[in-house]
């Protein structure tokens, strides 16, 4: 029994909450590119910078905070800074759309036109990004680090293995939950938030509505910094803020998109913890699991891992094509929002 | 003066035109029904009538007005409602939300326009908690009119809104259209199946070629020897 | 004055190119210049490469850098001797895995194709012999894996190669990359174009995790050092009679003349290539396959009704691309000598060759080889130009100031920006490019 119970604990330490973790900072990521997708229809290969243009500016506020002492203990500082992040980051998608890519909606441009652009997006904001706060590490998380301590529930317990819950793994995934409620309101309740269903689902007919095409996209760029800002800086306060991760995290972004269906929220966020749990899944060693669920006397060589952990991004990628095979058009088989 | 005309129009979607001298007219309260061979240019008339077609010459009068700038947005806050023949409803959102979207443009409450629509088409109250998109053919239609009629339009231009449904749901939308029409709406519409179309309208615009070739009454043309051999098989 | 410029349009843009690398060599040396040109070259065969994709049939393919690298990778396999310490060690566990993979995959479809009927099952008896075919491959593979790394960690550590001349390696590097290009092409064509750009930038990334962890192959981030060359080396050069009177005769000490002619050598060899490559493209282009694949492009839809088989076009057309790419990242780690698997980034490798065709002139030959040139002899001078813009803007400040050492600690960065803002460009005011694609009938 006790054996069962300390196999339980390690994998809801080592799979459980971080899963949850990193599925709600990709559904994040893959909400806001399903947004851009189901509205402006393109896939936006800028937003991992846009994430981490955010991320950035609330990095730069919460310095500023921490500089002047202001902090609200136990919860981290970046919390308080956040809503900056997000107003800055709105200023600057809403710029990137007057100056970038209104010319080519007008022009009524290919979707792959719009890909291109999307990339010189995201060259002009690494740049900018790493001009501005350079390409190293950088750490703003303080505060309290654990809520609870793999020690104490031990001692709790009496089991050999521990349970440990980390601050931003709790903030990240109750975050999470907020903003993603928050979310599916706004686009089933408020007439805005319907009128941007009514525009992804068929462009014409908005416009024969009298919906405002400006209106919506603006108001999509909106809820796309918000998203990107958020996703970005509890990523950062997760695991640690580096330009150059942000780029990496557009494929497992990406993947969460498209296996939920791109265009189909509730798929995007299916689809992140699709794909966090099946990366934690494959790449984590098993062997004291199967120790503790063995008999007695059992012993194992080898770690009982499906794959190295270095491999854990081609996992995104071995999903994306299993069902780019099977269901092209995803999970949720979406195409508007 | 027509309440809703197009006069004299001619223009095409690249070089060549499509409309010649075309002209088009509805009153309040009347049903207009525009007939012809496939390739005619029924729906492009309409569609100039719209603004959805650039014009070369002529214009479009409405409510005693020259709307003939304007884009079709535009139109429609001055009161033109349009049912385009596909892709005419939202099918990912449900009927209400898509009545709700018609409405778009009006700030007032929208309840009494939802009931009176449900009024017409008592199906759609049923249903109206479901995705338009799992509806059928005749049910979307209903949905779509339901929407163009949700701004309070003065006048309706339905394009082709019995295209792919059964005949009995073709009847029951005519009996639809002209109810409305009695609400002092005037109605424009294109339709394939001409014989029964000609039977409700007003008014019947037989189009060739981008020309007028005969304009009267319904009846009449039902009655005009030529159009039945040339146009309604017999 | 702009009659004259639009009939000699590629002469005076490819004399202008022509000055910059003079202009070089001039302020800074010929060397450097030599260095940027052997560069240019090989960044004008990837440009090609993807020019034949984008270009011809509108395919985007982001995965640029893992096709380069596979490229590189044959130049490892190819050239470098054998370690038979190591084949004795594990190659027994190797070749047995291999030979296990190719069986898991000749019986999944086969399997595939046999049960057609089963619908729902039929994908988890697939995923059955997948995971079965995987864990024996584990079970061989994994000792032969531990065995082969163990010897001699610091020198070898892995099989090596099968000791050819390198240059073998340029169509086998090619042909790695076509192989990889089919089975991608085969799953993301045909479906909606920005998920082939999805795929290949998935893929690209995988190929640089598995050449960066599969040690007992590629020797991963230990590197692999002193590849053979196909042209002399210096040091043979300078102790050559003929040489050192050559030298003297030009001018030049025997040492700078030896490394300017080292990369004479290559710089002649890549020409060569790159000449071959522009007849074949340029003859393709002209020919009725040609025509089709412009008709493909511009409407797809049109096409398919004519009864043209657009998917099965688009699949030759990334396989023959890709083959391009990974040519031309076979001759890269040529001139590098050594196969350094953290050295492949997707700015550097990817993103930047997009540059080159878009600015270049998608679907021209010679605007993708100018393109190539032009982009990289602006990546490459951009940083001292930037620092020297930023020192010299900055100079009115005090040298001690904060403020100024950022921004000249971020010069660095600028060419990231720049990069994106003359993409965005472009893209706006001159989407044909510098060299734009001839109007044929």
Redesign the interface.
């Known amino acids: 029994m006790t054996d069962v119970l300390n196999a339980l604990t390690l994998l809801g330490n080592f799979l459980i909450i971080p899963g949850l973790t990193y599925g709600s900072q990709l559904a994040l990521g893959a909400l806001g590119v399903t947004l851009v997708y189901g509205v402006l229809r393109f896939s936006n290969f800028g937003h991992g910078e846009t994430m981490a243009f955010g991320a950035m500016v609330t990095i730069l506020v919460t310095w500023g905070l921490q500089s002047v002492g202001i902090s609200i203990q136990p919860l981290p500082t970046a919390l308080l800074a956040i809503p900056v992040g997000i107003l800055v980051t709105v200023v600057l998608t809403l710029l990137i759309d007057r100056f970038v890519y209104r010319y080519h909606r007008e022009r009524k441009a290919n979707p792959v036109i719009f890909l291109i652009v999307s990339i010189g997006v995201m060259f002009f904001l690494g740049g900018l990004i790493r001009f501005i706060i350079g390409p190293g590490d950088q750490i703003f998380f303080d505060g309290t680090r654990f809520i609870l301590k793999a020690r104490e529930f031990k001692q709790m317990t009496g089991l050999d293995e521990g349970l440990s819950l980390k601050m931003t793994q709790a903030v990240t995934i109750i975050t999470a939950v907020i903003i993603v409620t928050a979310m599916f309101w706004f686009l089933n309740h408020t007439r805005t938030g319907k009128s941007m269903r009514a525009y992804s689902d068929n462009e014409n007919l908005a416009l024969l509505s009298g919906i405002n095409p400006d209106r919506v996209v603006m108001i999509t760029w909106i809820l796309v910094a918000a998203l990107a800002t958020i996703a970005g800086t509890l990523y950062g306060l997760d695991k640690s803020f580096k330009p150059f991760v942000y780029m990496q995290l557009l494929l497992p972004i990406f993947a969460s998109a498209i296996v939920g269906g791109v265009g189909n929220p509730v798929g995007a966020i299916a689809g992140g913890y699709v794909i966090a749990f099946s990366e934690l899944i494959l790449t984590f060693a098993y062997k004291k699991v199967v120790l503790y669920l063995g008999p007695e006397s059992m012993e194992l060589e080898s770690l009982v891992q499906f794959l190295g952990t270095d491999y854990k991004i081609a996992v995104s990628f071995i999903i994306l094509v299993i069902v780019l095979i099977i269901k092209p058009t995803g999970l949720f088989s979406g195409k508007t929002i | 003066m027509s309440f809703l005309l197009g006069e004299q129009m001619t223009g095409g979607y690249g070089a060549a035109d499509i409309l010649h001298n075309c002209s088009i007219g509805v009153e309040k309260g009347e049903i207009a029904v525009i007939v012809g061979p496939n390739g005619a240019g029924k729906s492009t008339a309409m569609k100039a009538v719209f603004g959805m077609l650039p014009l070369r010459q002529g214009r479009v009068m409405f409510d005693g007005e020259d709307v003939t700038q304007l884009k079709?947005?535009e139109r429609?806050?001055k009161g033109m409602g349009?049912v385009?023949q596909t892709?005419?409803?939202?099918?990912?959102?449900t009927v209400e939300?898509n009545l709700?979207?018609?409405a778009?443009?009006r700030t007032e409450s929208i309840a009494d326009s939802i009931a009176q629509v449900y009024d017409l088409f008592p199906i759609l109250k049923e249903k109206r908690k479901q995705p338009a998109g799992e509806l059928s053919g005749g049910q979307r239609q209903q949905v779509a009119v339901g929407?163009?009629l949700m701004?309070h339009p003065k006048v309706l231009m339905l394009d082709e809104p019995t295209a792919g449904v059964s005949p009995i749901v073709m009847d029951e939308l005519f009996d639809r259209i002209i109810e409305i029409a009695r609400l002092d709406v005037a109605i424009l519409m294109v339709e394939q199946n001409a014989k029964q179309a000609l039977e409700i309208a007003d008014k019947g615009y037989v189009l060739v070629q981008g020309h007028n070739r005969f304009t009267d009454t319904g009846e009449a043309l039902l009655a005009n020897p030529e159009v039945r051999k040339a146009f309604l098989g017999g | 004055m702009s009659a004259f410029y639009q009939q000699y349009r590629n002469q005076i843009l490819f004399s202008v190119m022509a000055g910059l690398l003079v202009l070089v060599a001039v302020i800074q040396s010929l060397s450097v210049s030599l260095t940027i040109l052997n560069l240019c070259l090989i960044s004008a065969i990837m440009a090609l490469g993807v020019n034949i994709q984008w270009g011809y049939a509108g395919l985007f393919n982001v995965g640029v850098m893992g096709f380069a690298a596979l490229g590189g990778l044959a130049g490892v396999l190819i050239s470098m001797p054998p370690v038979s310490e190591a084949w004795q060690a594990g190659g027994f566990g190797i070749l047995l895995g291999l030979l296990i993979t190719v069986g898991t995959v000749i019986a999944s479809l086969f399997a595939w194709s046999h049960i057609q009927h089963l619908k729902k099952q039929r994908y988890w008896i697939i995923a059955g012999i997948i995971i079965s075919g995987y864990a024996l491959l584990r079970i061989f593979f994994d000792p032969g894996v531990d065995a082969i790394e163990a010897i001699d960690p610091s020198v070898t550590g892995y099989l090596g190669g099968l000791g050819l001349p390198i240059l073998v390696a340029w169509p086998v590097g090619a042909l790695f990359a076509a192989g990889v290009a089919f089975v991608i092409g085969k799953i993301a064509l045909g479906l909606r174009s920005d998920y082939l750009a999805i795929a290949t930038l998935g893929i690209s990334e995988i190929i640089i995790f598995f050449i960066k962890n599969e040690e007992w192959l590629t020797r991963g981030v230990k590197n692999v050092n002193g590849l053979p060359r196909p042209v002399p080396y210096e040091i043979d050069l300078q102790q050559a009679q003929w040489f050192q009177d050559w030298a003297m005769a030009v001018g030049m000490p025997v040492d700078d003349a030896s490394a300017v002619f080292v990369k004479i050598c290559y710089a002649l060899l890549f020409i060569a290539v790159i000449g071959i490559l522009l007849w074949f493209s340029e003859t393709a282009l002209k020919s009725p396959w040609g025509r089709m694949m412009r008709a493909i492009r511009d409407n797809e839809t049109a096409a398919a009704a004519m009864g043209k088989d657009v998917t099965w076009q688009h699949l030759r057309v990334f396989v023959l691309g890709s083959a391009v790419i990974g040519l031309a990242g076979a001759m890269l780690t040529t001139l590098d000598g050594q196969f350094t698997p953290v050295g492949y980034n997707p700015l550097r490798f990817t993103f930047l060759i997009w540059v080159m065709v878009i600015i270049g002139g998608s679907g021209n030959n010679w605007g993708a080889v100018l393109g190539g040139f032009f982009i990289w002899f602006f990546w490459i001078e951009a940083e001292p130009i930037g620092l020297w813009l930023i020192d010299t803007l900055t100079s009115g400040m005090d040298p001690q100031s904060v403020v100024r050492a950022h921004l000249l600690e971020g010069a660095a960065h600028m060419r990231l920006m720049t990069v994106g803002i003359i993409l965005l460009l472009t893209l706006r005011y001159a989407p044909e490019g510098l060299i734009p694609e001839k109007k044929r009938l």
């Open positions: 079709p947005e429609v806050v349009f385009p892709h005419n409803v939202f099918t990912s959102m939300e709700e979207m018609g778009f443009i929407r163009a701004t």
